[in-house]
């Protein structure tokens, strides 16, 4: 059964750094892509960052560009969010979910696939005070 | 960046009855979308990908169609633990992965 979850939040001033993490289990975590999704106080969900199971490229919101750094450590099942320059606009409960393909059709013999985003932990909630 | 805009945001449906939820994308997202339900207090679970393919444990009475820039989720037969906000969410070219708004759906 595949599990999630997340831990490292907290209360941080303005201007601080919190690092969560995200330990995996129940699945081969360095096959899959992972990303980082929040969700401030009564309002919708925000895609934050990914990282493929590669490790090759990192993408990210604009909102946390040049902020937030994703990293994954596969040997210890573990996916990173280092956030720096904290803004009371971050407060948030911040969820890790893994993705999976899905094969969508066939390019010169080979499989092309899409991913969607599938098990979802339970959150580690992160509050920055002005 | 692909904006999804679902409809309505709020839906109040009697138990027993059936809720058809919209979602509409900016461009076409083919058949990469996904529908989530997130009761108060939990994390999102995943209901549809691949704009209609069931996840594994979800109940026949939740169905996806849709492709292109047009999806919609209906719920069959609404159960009280069916009364929760349900988002869409596009994966097409990803990232940027997008979500739209959110449909609360209540008891009547």
């Known amino acids: 059964q595949v599990q999630l979850a997340e831990t490292g939040g907290g209360v941080v001033q303005s201007g601080g750094s919190l690092r969560l993490s995200c330990t995996a289990s129940g699945f081969t975590f360095s096959n899959y892509g992972m990303h980082w999704v929040r969700q401030a106080p009564g309002k919708g969900l925000e895609w934050v960052a990914f990282m493929p199971s590669n490790e090759d490229n990192k993408y990210y919101a604009d909102s946390v560009k040049g902020r937030f750094t994703i990293s994954r450590d596969n040997s210890k099942h573990t996916l990173f969010l280092q956030m720096n320059s904290l803004r009371t606009e971050d407060t948030a409960v911040y969820f890790c979910?893994?993705?999976?393909?899905?094969?969508?059709?066939?390019?010169?013999?080979?499989?092309?696939?899409?991913?969607?985003?599938?098990?979802w932990g339970n959150g580690t909630a992160v509050t920055v005070s002005s | 960046e692909i904006v999804l805009t679902q409809s309505p945001a709020t839906l109040t449906v009697s138990p027993g009855d059936r809720a058809t939820l919209s979602c509409r994308a900016s461009h076409s997202v083919s058949t990469n979308l996904a529908w989530y339900q997130q009761r108060p207090g939990q994390a999102p679970r995943l209901l549809i990908y691949?704009?209609?393919i069931r996840a594994t444990g979800i109940p026949d009475r939740f169905s996806g169609s849709g492709s292109g820039t047009d999806f919609t989720l209906t719920i069959n037969i609404l159960q009280s633990e069916d009364f929760a906000v349900y988002y869409c969410?596009?994966?097409?070219?990803?990232?940027?992965?997008?979500f739209g708004q959110g449909t609360r759906l209540e008891i009547k």
């Open positions: 691949g704009a209609s």
């Open positions: 969410q596009q994966y097409n070219n990803r990232p940027p992965i997008t």
């Open positions: 979910v893994n993705e999976k393909p899905i094969p969508i059709k066939m390019v010169r013999g080979v499989v092309q696939y899409s991913y969607y985003m599938d098990v």
